[in-house]
């Protein structure tokens, strides 16, 4: 068993990067990757505790792309380390750019008459710095002053997509992401391909449209989806020539129900994935 999708408090997850193998370790966890959102920096802790553990450990990052349909999209890259490269480069301008969305966000609550402010938004992330703070960061402080009752609701309400506290960001485009990750000799997946919003037969042209480019998987077996929808999207994965990948979108408290290994407790993504992932990476 392994887990391809985690995050820690380097972006919006409550777990330190250390803890995130440690947690893979008690689930049963053969490997375990870090995927903060934008950022590698908690990619150093997390190896080392891995490696102190005995568990496989991957490199990665979760990269938000610019898309023209509706839903969103988010590519799991894997074997991405820090340091100078064409995907770290361009992850640096990614940063600044969610830093200044942040901002942004605040003004837009505080505009609609509601008590967030950015001194509450650097009190609810502590000591893990601004860096990583995302939109569950701002629906905690939400749910904390009693705005809204649930983080759940506070997305619903103020911070999804099309919602009045919503605030765009820089994101590179599908085929860029994809490319500037195998430059970087490293492996792209399709994270949560339904959140897309693309209805079947348009996600498979998609789909196969990035393959061409060299996405190497699709993240199939999810740790929120159905059996039956992680069965759909694993025809899909070998439809199109890609590798049926797997994770839990672990956050800690941010997402309670979703857990390392397991996700709700039906997650079980095979040992051989990793395997079929590694052999896809650029030489």
């Known amino acids: 068993m392994i887990d391809l ?7 919006d997850g409550s777990d330190p990067p250390a803890r995130i193998p440690e947690l893979a370790e008690a689930a049963g966890c053969r490997a375990v990757a870090l995927t903060d959102h934008d950022r590698l920096d908690g990619v150093g802790a997390a190896g080392a505790r891995a490696a102190e553990l005995g568990i496989a450990f991957v490199p990665g ?21 820090p340091g100078e490269g064409p995907l770290q480069d ?10 200044a969305r942040n901002r942004r966000m605040v003004d837009r609550l505080a505009a609609l008459g509601l008590p967030v402010t950015w001194e509450d938004l650097v009190a609810e992330v502590g000591d893990r710095g601004t860096g990583g703070i995302g939109r569950p960061h701002v629906a905690q402080v939400l749910v904390r002053t009693g705005v809204v009752g649930s983080q759940q609701e506070a997305f619903d309400r103020y911070l999804a997509k099309g919602r009045p ?5 820089g994101r590179l485009s599908p085929g860029t992401a994809i490319t500037l990750a195998c430059a970087s000799r490293a492996v792209p997946v399709l994270a949560h391909p ?7 037969a348009d996600l498979e042209a998609n789909v196969a449209e990035w393959a061409a480019l060299g996405l190497g998987g699709v993240e199939s077996i999810y740790g929120r989806y159905t059996p039956a929808e992680r069965a759909g999207l694993t025809d ?5 020539g890609l590798v049926a990948t797997g994770g839990s979108d672990h956050h800690g408290s941010y997402k309670p129900d979703l857990r390392v290994g397991v996700g709700r407790g039906d997650l079980d993504v095979p040992d051989r ?5 590694a052999a896809r990476r650029p030489a």
């Not at 898309?67 to 890259?77: K, R």
């Open 5 to 11: 999708h985690t995050h820690s408090t380097v972006s």
């Open 61 to 81: 990052v979760e990269v938000s792309c610019q898309v023209p349909f509706p839903g969103s999209m988010h590519l799991l890259v894997y074997w991405v380390e």
């Open 90 to 99: 361009a992850l640096v301008r990614l940063q600044d750019e969610r830093a």
């Open 165 to 169: 506290a919503y605030v765009n960001r």
């Open 194 to 200: 339904l959140s897309t919003g693309l209805d079947p």
């Open 236 to 240: 899909l994965a070998h439809r199109t």
């Open 273 to 277: 994935v990793l395997d079929d992932l």
